[in-house]
């Protein structure tokens, strides 16, 4: 069902309290409405344009086909976050990753150039800009130290704890392949988890 323009400015007000009414007027005239259904890509690889997206409801992942055409997850994303690959939208190269809707999916489309521009001239919106540099920074920095100090184990109970939701709304295989093992692994340390209680 889709959201109506009440609830998608309720999302907003929810997600950034900082923002004004008319803040996020401001925001919402430079995007567009979309629901993907599950499975859907919402970019795809090799995409032309600086598009990026806010997901309003649901969870998204985000991968790359290796040179052996296997599909590498290199994020998982639910409701508040603004997704979209860096080098496209920066550097204007080549769009390098695919962004698909795990359930179904409701997102907010926009130009990052207009956002950029729209948060030169606001004040609260830059340091909304901002901060979603910040969280960028901070997850693939917690990524990368994860990937190179945990086990899978601990990576696992790490993800549950700062993302409960992703058991109900991701596939046992993308949170496989997030945390770098294959499903057969991911079961069995499920498994040893419940024998030992920690869940």
Avoid at 27 to 52: D, N
Avoid at 73 to 78: D, P, S, V
Avoid at 133 to 149: C, G
Wanted: aromatic share 12%; charged share 25%.
């Amino acid at each position: 069902m889709p959201l109506s323009k009440e609830e998608i400015k309720n999302i907003l007000i929810k997600k950034q309290p900082d923002l004004t009414k008319k803040d996020i007027a401001s925001f919402l005239k430079i995007t567009s409405y979309k629901i993907i259904g599950a499975k859907e890509i919402i970019i795809k690889r090799g995409y032309p344009s600086k598009k990026a997206f806010l997901i309003l409801n649901g969870t998204v992942r985000g991968y790359y086909i290796s040179n052996a055409g296997i599909e590498k997850n290199i994020l998982l994303r639910r409701e508040g976050y603004l997704v979209g690959d860096a080098i496209k939208l920066f550097n204007d190269k080549y769009q390098r990753y695919t962004y698909e809707a795990i359930p179904e999916t409701h997102v907010l489309y926009f130009n990052y150039p207009d956002f950029e521009k729209l948060a030169i001239k606001n004040p609260s919106i830059m340091q909304w800009l901002l901060n979603i540099f910040k969280e960028i920074i901070i997850l693939q920095n917690y990524r990368i130290e994860s990937m190179i100090s945990m086990t899978a184990e601990e990576r696992y109970l790490d993800l549950i704890k700062i993302n409960p939701s992703f058991l109900e709304k991701a596939y046992a295989k993308h949170i496989a392949n997030f945390l770098g093992i294959t499903p057969v692994s991911l079961s069995r340390i499920i498994k040893e988890i419940k024998e030992k209680n920690y869940l």
